[in-house]
């Protein structure tokens, strides 16, 4: 599942760094690199200890008019709470994706002055791994700790030339509840100050083609139902008595920010086992479970060029979200990836089928698989439904247009 995610992360990378179409998803020169330091507050058992230095570099691109994708390394330095020397300062490096949503490109007529009127304000959602190397003797601890992170934050930019930008960043990392031997809630905090160096000298040169006309345009809701497998690496896929075959419900909201690009917010979820005992030919134990994705996507169909009247779309996706068991209340991150196909019904809705794979910590779904590989547990599943434009807010403009004439 690693080597997936890489693939299709790589995927992505490609689509938005590659030459401009006869219809581009995306504005040329949009294309932007930043470098902060600072400091911040590494919060675990209900304790707190400075994080100093904390320095972090991100590269990415403006895709839209309100967002912007980038990948993003970070490091900071803090005390575990599992080393035994109280003075001890151990680093802890992140690695993840990250969007930018710009408030006043969304809501307000802006113009390319100092302090981005009527306020700078960008508010930051990221998803990631975490690495701590490894600062104990004991079992399982000798290589470190590895998992998943998710970061929620806020980006204020000054413009100080036309090619920089200062700003200040706050960022939260959320780390799973187990991590760093914590048994409750665990929080990096950081504050810094940075440079953004852009390819461009107008800010808000980044409006595209056939982009949503309104903010009240293109949102839609969907309800889904199929099948999803408890995966150890896919072991005893095919074995039905193993019981890790499930149905699962789900249920989006969602917006077509563009006919190229769209945004959901998606619940699945309900029934999943543990990992089959071969030894005993026994199932393993059953728990409920539900995650809360965020998925970006993106409209292959329109990738080259638009063409009026498609029915078909089909639209490969990555995101990432909050997981959590509900027979311990356990809470961790979680990334997905998939593909959704959507058949154009009317112009109320839309019948689709999606393929999805959600990758989690094995801490949630119960242990490891037969390579103990961190990134071998997961969800694959295959669902139908029906989404529906939600034309209360405004219209749909972006997914589908009748041919001229007809």
Known sequence: MKKLTITVLFFLIAVLSASAQSVAPYNPNTFFMSVNAGGGVYRHFG????????????????????????????????????????SAQTPYFMASASFLWDVNATFFHVYNRRYLYPIPFYPTIGMGLLYRPSVS?????????RDFQMSVGAHFPLQIGSHWDLFFEYNAALLPQLFDGSRGDNFFHTFSLGFTYRMYDRPFHRHTQYESRTTRDDWFMGYGLGLIFSSFEFENIGNLSARLWNITPEIMFGRNFSNFWTVRAELSGLFARERYNSDLDRPGRPYKFSCFNFDFMFNLSHLTSFTRGKRWNFLPYIGAGPVWRYDNTYFSMCADGGLMARRYIDNMGDFYIDLRYIIVPPRIGGGTGPSESIYGVGYPSLTVGYIHNIRNFGNTTTRYREPVGR
């Not at 990415?60 to 575990?80: D, N, V, Y």
């Not at 003797?137 to 290589?143: A, N, V």
């Open 47 to 86: 304790t707190s200890d400075p994080a100093m230095p904390y320095v972090s570099v991100h590269a990415g691109r403006w895709i839209m008019k309100p967002l912007a994708f980038q990948l993003k390394g970070e490091m900071l330095m803090s005390h575990s709470p599992i080393s035994d020397d109280a």
């Open 137 to 145: 003797d004991e079992p399982g601890e000798e290589k470190g700790d």
